[in-house]
């Protein structure tokens, strides 16, 4: 099982551009998870999924779009991105919502200029 | 949420035991405690986690005060590879809308 996998691994940006990240898991998992991680500090949820087809807001989903077509990708996009958005993204999958481990992928380093 | 408050950093020698201490005064009857730990350059990985009762894994042992309101995470014998940034999480349990809050976290430095 390769667990969860991002694409790609590190990626530049200029400030309005669009882009999409890939998030895939090979667990069957239910759940799915998209976090930030800036400098210094814990990771922050940004959108989640509960199933094939369902998403939901996080804590800081502001500028960013999500969708779960089918169960083993978690697709993150950014319409327009912004310096602020400079971070390193973390995708991670669970069986269930229900206190289950959280496995989390490589994660994706973006710096948007 | 209930918020939990851990060192900013520790240090170790290889091959000790490691208290890396965790502060939750505010958890509720359904809060369970979890750890993960971050390595240089790498998303969290699952440590442990428990409810009342001290709980041990290949991994580590978690030790819950009998008011629940602190926790200890101990790392028998600490290992190079233990250098990581571990976070205490509190998670209510509540249907489909569980999710991990993660604060700054603990940085573990260990010395060869």
């Known amino acids: 099982n390769a667990g969860v996998t991002q694409t790609p691994k590190f990626r530049v940006l200029k400030t309005g551009q669009s882009m999409t990240l890939l998030c895939a898991q090979d667990?069957?998992?239910?759940?799915m998870y998209w976090y930030r991680q800036d400098p210094g500090m814990g990771l922050r949820l940004i959108h989640y999924?509960?199933?094939?087809?369902?998403?939901a807001k996080g804590e800081v989903p502001d500028g960013y779009n999500v969708s779960r077509l089918k169960k083993q990708n978690f697709l993150l996009g950014l319409e327009s991105a912004a310096p602020s958005q400079t971070s390193v993204y973390f995708c991670?999958?669970?069986?269930?919502?229900?206190?289950?481990?959280?496995?989390f992928g490589p994660g994706t380093r973006l710096l948007v200029l | 949420d209930a918020k939990t408050t851990q060192p900013n950093s520790m240090e170790s020698n290889e091959e000790e035991p490691v208290h890396l201490p965790c502060n939750h005064s505010?958890?509720?009857?359904?809060?369970?405690i979890h750890w993960y730990r971050q390595l240089p350059s790498q998303g969290p990985e699952y440590v442990i986690h428990?409810?009342?009762s001290n709980v041990n894994n290949r991994m580590a042992s978690l030790a819950i005060a009998e008011d629940r309101k602190s926790s200890t995470l101990i790392l028998h014998r600490a290992t190079l590879r233990d250098a990581a940034v571990y976070y205490c999480?509190?998670?209510?349990?509540?249907?489909?809308?569980?999710?991990?809050?993660f604060g700054t976290g603990t940085r573990l430095q260990v010395f060869p």
């Open positions: 991670a999958s669970s069986y269930s919502g229900d206190q289950e481990t959280q496995y």
């Open positions: 667990m069957n998992h239910e759940y």
């Open positions: 999924s509960v199933g094939e087809g369902t998403t």
């Open positions: 505010t958890i509720s009857g359904t809060d369970y």
């Open positions: 428990g409810l009342t």
């Open positions: 999480i509190l998670r209510t349990l509540s249907y489909n809308t569980d999710k991990l809050i």
